[in-house]
T-cell receptor
Framework: SQKIEQNSEALNIQEGKTATLTCNYTNYSPAYLQWYRQDPGRGPVFLLLIRENEKEKRKERLKVTFDTTLKQSLFHITASQPADSATYLCALSPTLGAGSYQLTFGKGTKLSVIP | DAGVIQSPRHEVTEMGQEVTLRCKPISGHDYLFWYRQTMMRGLELLIYFNNNVPIDDSGMPEDRFSAKMPNASFSTLKIQPSEPRDSAVYFC????????????FGPGTRLLVL
């Protein structure tokens, strides 16, 4: 069966360091992968999208890599700040076609940036 | 834009009661999704609509759950009768065909069934 795993339920990191979150998947051929941020009591908010033919995508302090051979995506936050503390979810969408608008989410990694 | 609007934000009910959750998608969005989030299972897709038509309801847990979308600006998710295991946060999300492949989530409805 299809499975998405975000390796850490929680990650604590010192302010100013780079946070690296991992998303692994099995039995899946995603057309693209997305990362969302979720704050307590709120809905997920989109951060970045990377397509299957892209290796890396950047946005300000955020960087996402996508390795379809390893079936893994890494999400990096450089120069982390306490305001980056949140839960980060990865989401996969299948190959374009029927159902391609559906997203399957990982359970998330709760990041805490310690001042 | 006001974003996706959900009501109520919190709902406490007793087992066996009917619960109706409401969602107003972003204007112009033709896809609407209902999700349920729990600590154990994470964020799960229940059902989604395209142009008000249900496309895939395979995630709906059982017949006690039903969803409707009578028009482009309104959808409901109903649980009848409710059970304690239905306690979760229910999210509605919307997106439009083409453009960025992202979904826009509402603030969620936190449901507690006693």
């Amino acid at each position: 069966s299809q499975k998405i795993e975000q390796n850490s339920e929680a990650l604590n990191i010192q302010e100013g360091k780079t946070a690296t979150l991992t998303c692994n998947y099995t039995n899946y051929s995603p057309a693209y992968l997305q990362w969302y941020r979720q704050d307590p009591g709120r809905g997920p908010v989109f951060l970045l999208l990377i397509r299957e033919n892209e290796k890396e995508k950047r946005k300000e302090r955020l960087k996402v890599t996508f390795d379809t051979t390893l079936k893994q995506s890494l999400f990096h936050i450089t120069a982390s700040q306490p305001a980056d503390s949140a839960t980060y979810l990865c989401a996969l969408s299948p190959t374009l076609g029927a159902g391609s608008y559906q997203l399957t989410f990982g359970k998330g990694t709760k990041l805490s940036v310690i001042p | 834009d006001a974003g996706v609007i959900q009501s109520p934000r919190h709902e406490v009910t007793e087992m066996g009661q009917e619960v109706t959750l409401r969602c107003k998608p972003i204007s112009g969005h033709d896809y609407l999704f209902w999700y349920r989030q729990t600590m154990m299972r994470g964020l799960e897709l229940l059902i989604y609509f395209n142009n008000n038509v249900p496309i895939d309801d395979s995630g709906m847990p059982e017949d006690r759950f039903s969803a409707k979308m009578p028009n482009a600006s309104f959808s409901t998710l109903k649980i009848q009768p409710s059970e304690p295991r239905d306690s979760a946060v229910y999210f509605c999300a919307s997106r439009k065909t083409g453009g960025a492949q992202t979904q826009y989530f509402g603030p969620g409805t936190r449901l507690l069934v006693l």
